[in-house]
Every structure is written in structure tokens, then in C-alpha cells.
């Protein structure tokens, strides 16, 4: 591996050991690094912790003033505008990079460090979720109109609204992830 990445060992087992550390790959002694093979119930407790995070953003961000929501909102549009192209030509992996897009920058648009930093792991692992399961979204109609309301709440300034829509948009994802997960593991 290091040599098809043109480094030396070093870094490169640094590299592994660290993803080992934040729990996107696991070490088995003597056999090697392995990425991680999530199960439902590493999903749901993904997007639990997830939807905790985004609560808490959400309440961060409609303290934060109208300046700081307007940044935030002026981002969320054009990442909603990318998504909206990609969805009509079904590019399934820019839809996944962009949907991770939103939801990250959501919580950045906070600026609390920590939230940011706790995010960026849970960003990987529901990352993890999607591209492993090398499915298309199975609600791809839906997608842009659910990220397009969440938006829309926030510009309105609808604290209880968006709390609402932060915990159905996570909770579908967690049914449609674990539907499709399900489904893997008995063709498998």
C-alpha cells in the first residue's frame, strides 16, 4: 500500500492507526487492517448520535443570531442546488458526498469547535453507511425537497419546526439504511 501511494511505512501506519482509533477500520494482530462492516445496529446508534448532534446544532445556530443563519443558509442553497443537478442525472456517489455536505456544514455553520469536531467522525461513519451499501438512495424523489425544508425552517427561524424535521430526516435515513441493509445481509 505505501507503495502504490508513493509514502513510506511510517505515516501510512500512522494513518491506519489513527482510523483504527476513530473506529472506521478494525487491526486483527497478524492478519492486518480491515474496514469496518457495519451492522443495523451500528447504524442506528450512528444516526442516534447523529440526530443528538444536529439538535444541539440546531439550537446553537437560532441562538446565534440572523448573520450567522444567514452564512449558514446562503451555504446550505448552493450545496441544495448541486444536489438538485446530481439527483436528475442520478449520480448516486455525488448525491451521498453532497447529503454528508449539507448536514456538516450545517452543524459548522454553529462555529462550536467541538460540535464540529464530534461531527466530523459521525460524518465518516454514516459516510460508511451509504457508500458501503453501494445502493442509490432508495427515496432519491424526496431527497432534495427534505434537505430544502430543513433550510427553509431555519431561515424562518422555526426553532420546534426544525428540531421536527432534523429527527423525521434522520430517523427515514436510519429506516431506509437499515431496510437495505437487512436486505443485503439475506441475499449475502
Request: aromatic share 4%.
Amino acid at each position: 500500500m505505501a507503495a502504490q501511494l508513493r509514502t513510506s511505512r511510517g505515516p501510512l501506519r500512522e494513518a491506519l492507526q489513527r482510523l483504527c482509533q476513530e473506529g472506521l477500520l478494525i487491526s486483527h494482530r497478524n492478519r492486518g487492517v480491515f474496514v469496518l462492516e457495519l451492522s443495523t445496529a451500528d447504524i442506528k446508534e450512528i444516526y442516534a448520535v447523529r440526530e443528538a448532534v444536529e439538535l444541539a446544532a440546531s439550537n446553537t445556530l437560532m441562538d446565534a443570531g440572523q448573520d450567522q443563519i444567514n452564512d449558514t443558509c446562503r451555504v446550505l442553497k448552493e450545496i441544495i442546488r448541486d444536489m438538485a443537478k446530481h439527483v436528475a442525472v442520478s449520480d448516486w456517489q455525488a448525491i451521498a458526498r453532497l447529503d454528508m455536505q449539507f448536514h456538516t456544514t450545517f452543524v459548522a455553520g454553529t462555529g462550536n469547535t467541538r460540535l464540529i469536531r464530534i461531527y466530523e467522525t459521525l460524518a465518516a461513519e454514516s459516510r460508511m453507511c451509504i457508500l458501503s451499501l453501494e445502493v442509490a438512495y432508495p427515496r432519491l424523489d424526496v431527497l432534495v425537497q427534505e434537505h430544502q425544508n430543513l433550510l427553509d425552517l431555519l431561515e424562518a427561524g422555526d426553532r420546534k419546526g426544525l428540531q421536527q424535521a432534523v429527527k423525521r430526516h434522520l430517523q427515514k435515513a436510519v429506516e431506509d439504511l437499515t431496510v437495505t441493509s437487512q436486505d443485503n445481509e439475506i441475499t449475502a
